[in-house]
């Protein structure tokens, strides 16, 4: 959901690391690739076209449309400067990647349905977003709705053992995966610089 106040963006590069800064917060790190890659594979053994929610850094935007089995690929990104940044460090894109803009939770709406194999879900959204029960209650039916039978949803990766509320109810099947990882030492959204992470891979029945 778009807030009303534009946040402040930029890609701030330092002693080695890379981060995307949304709002001042820490909304992605280069040093997820590994995480984002695995995630995206996952996403593309179950189809051939694919919905991304939130473009960031684009690790996996780039590793999906990059796949054989990848037909189509189109990434929906709430902020032009995410985009543009994007756009400034890749100019020549594969040609089955299409960018769209929007705010995805008045977008899912309007997609249609059983068109996509899977859909990788990573956008940065403010936790007031997070908790709101009744949004993702509106909003999960409708993921399940564009979803071909077969298909799949993929949320980024947890650094918490544990399956994420906001997606469970809607699905039967639920596969986990899991990969260590390694964070920079001013990672802020981890639980911990070091460990494990969980990709969860829902799939519609």
């Keep these: 959901m778009e807030n009303q106040t534009k946040p402040a963006i930029e890609l701030i590069e330092h002693d080695g690391e890379v981060t995307l800064s949304i709002g001042g917060e820490q909304a992605m790190q280069a040093w997820e690739r590994d995480l984002m890659w695995a995630s995206a594979d996952l996403l593309c053994e179950h189809g051939h076209d694919f919905y991304e929610v939130g473009l960031g850094l684009g690790l996996s935007a780039l590793r999906i449309a990059g796949n054989a089995a990848t037909r189509s690929h189109t990434v929906l990104e709430l902020f032009a400067e995410v985009e543009n940044l994007f756009r400034a460090r890749h100019p020549e894109l594969p040609g089955n990647l299409a960018i ?106």
């Design 100 to 205: 769209e803009r929007g705010d995805f939770f008045q977008r899912v709406f309007d997609l249609p349905s059983e068109s996509v194999d899977g859909m990788f879900f990573d956008p940065a959204l403010d936790m007031h977003v997070w908790t709101d029960k009744e949004l993702w209650a509106r909003t999960m039916p409708e993921v399940v709705r564009v979803l071909r039978p077969g298909g799949v949803f993929i949320p980024f990766f947890s650094t918490k053992p544990e399956l994420r509320w906001q997606y469970l109810p809607h699905f039967r099947t639920i596969r986990v995966v899991r990969h260590p990882y390694l964070a920079y030492d001013t990672t802020e959204y981890t639980h911990g610089i070091s460990g494990d992470a969980y990709i969860q891979c829902f799939h519609k029945d």
